[in-house]
T-cell receptor, first 112, second 114 residues
Framework: KQEVTQIPAALSVPEGENLVLNCSFT??????LQWFRQDPGKGLTSLLL?????REQTSGRLNASLDKSSGRSTLYIAASQPGDSATYLCAVKGGTASKLTFGTGTRLQVTL | ETGVTQTPRHLVMGMTNKKSLKCEQHLGHNAMYWYKQSAKKPLELMFV???????ENNSVPSRFSPECPNSSHLFLHLHTLQPEDSALYLC?????????????FGNGTRLTVT
């Protein structure tokens, strides 16, 4: 059974810092991996999707990497801003018809 | 606007009440989902509908009863709930259930069972 772990559970950084969020999964036979953002009291917004054959995806200040063999993904946020404060969730899909398995998220706070 | 609208945003109900959660999507998607998000737990998939047919039911207690009258609307009927059912209930939709179709989430219904 796939398990997804995100460490740390919470993180506070000053504005302008570059930071890395971690995601690990127990079964390396994945179809894709996605990173989502969730603002308080809101639903999830998809940020980046990495196919199992890809090593990384970039969108603006966000870069997500995937190392399938070691069961790890990282989300790199450059030049963090207070507006980046949110919970970031990682989710993996085991096969094209499989459901997503989510981690518990990392709650990020970017301070002024 | 997310394209997926959930009502109500907040709901408080007693254990003997019957209530319904509503979800509506205007994205032309064919698949709709109910997820449960409890504090400090990963999102749990409850039900999946594809073209109004239920294709997945993840061992959800019968006190939760989904209904999908058409591809744009999804309901979750609730009756005789327990306090541990208090959570954020999220609806999502996607173009189809398989492949890389991204999920689009609503803002959820915060349910409190007293």
């Amino acid at each position: 059974k796939q398990e997804v772990t995100q460490i740390p559970a919470a993180l506070s950084v000053p504005e302008g810092e570059n930071l890395v969020l971690n995601c690990s999964f127990t079964d390396s036979a994945i179809y894709n991996l996605q990173w989502f953002r969730q603002d308080p009291g809101k639903g999830l917004t998809s940020l980046l999707l990495i196919q199992s054959s890809q090593r990384e995806q970039t969108s603006g200040r966000l870069n997500a990497s995937l190392d399938k063999s070691s069961g790890r993904s990282t989300l790199y946020i450059a030049a963090s801003q207070p507006g980046d404060s949110a919970t970031y969730l990682c989710a993996v899909k085991g096969g094209t018809a499989s459901k997503l398995t989510f981690g518990t998220g990392t709650r990020l706070q970017v301070t002024l | 606007e997310t394209g997926v609208t959930q009502t109500p945003r907040h709901l408080v109900m007693g254990m003997t009440n019957k209530k319904s959660l509503k979800c509506e999507q205007h994205l032309g998607h064919n698949a709709m989902y109910w997820y449960k998000q409890s504090a400090k737990k990963p999102l749990e998939l409850m039900f999946v509908y594809s073209l109004e047919e239920r294709v997945e039911n993840n061992s959800v207690p019968s006190r939760f009863s989904p209904e999908c009258p058409n591809s744009s609307h999804l309901f979750l009927h609730l009756h005789t709930l327990q306090p541990e059912d208090s959570a954020l209930y999220l609806c999502a939709s996607s173009l189809r259930t398989g492949g890389d179709s991204p999920l689009h989430f609503g803002n959820g219904t915060r349910l409190t069972v007293t």
